[in-house]
Nanobody, 123 residues
Framework: QVQLVESGGGLVQAGGSLRLSCAAS????????MGWFRQAPGKEREFVAA????????YYQDSVKGRFTISRDNPKYTVYLQMNSLEPEDTAVYYC????????????????WGQGTQVTVSS
């Protein structure tokens, strides 16, 4: 089993920045794809960003390209999401996810999930 714990959420004004962290433990592997997803009230969970096990490949939702950066520190089993130029539309619960075999945007293909961290962007 793999445990994922997110941190770094909070309340920020529009235009501000936050950095989310996701620490993995348990039967995890540095080869796992790591992803970030988010879910706003009344909306479906949506893909934000993903990074391959070695960090060579990254993918982003179009609306966050140029503002968000996903990275990972494999020796620490930690993945980050640096969020800049935040907008009220970014308000959501952000979830970290891990996949042993899949690299992509479909949340149904991720095997493990964290509990989420709330990000609120005020206008």
């Amino acid at each position: 089993q793999v445990q994922l714990v997110e941190s770094g959420g909070g309340l920020v004004q529009a235009g501000g920045s936050l950095r989310l962290s996701c620490a993995a433990s348990g039967r995890t592997s540095r080869s796992y794809t790591m992803g970030w997803f988010r879910q706003a009230p009344g909306k479906e969970r949506e893909f934000v960003a993903a990074i391959s096990g070695n960090g060579d490949f990254t993918y982003y939702q179009d609306s966050v390209k140029g503002r968000f950066t996903i990275s990972r520190d494999n020796p620490k089993y930690t993945v980050y999401l640096q969020m800049n130029s935040l907008e009220p539309e970014d308000t959501a619960v952000y979830y970290c996810a891990a996949s042993a075999l899949y690299l992509g945007r479909a949340y149904v293909n991720y095997d493990y999930w964290g509990q989420g961290t709330q990000v609120t962007v005020s206008s």
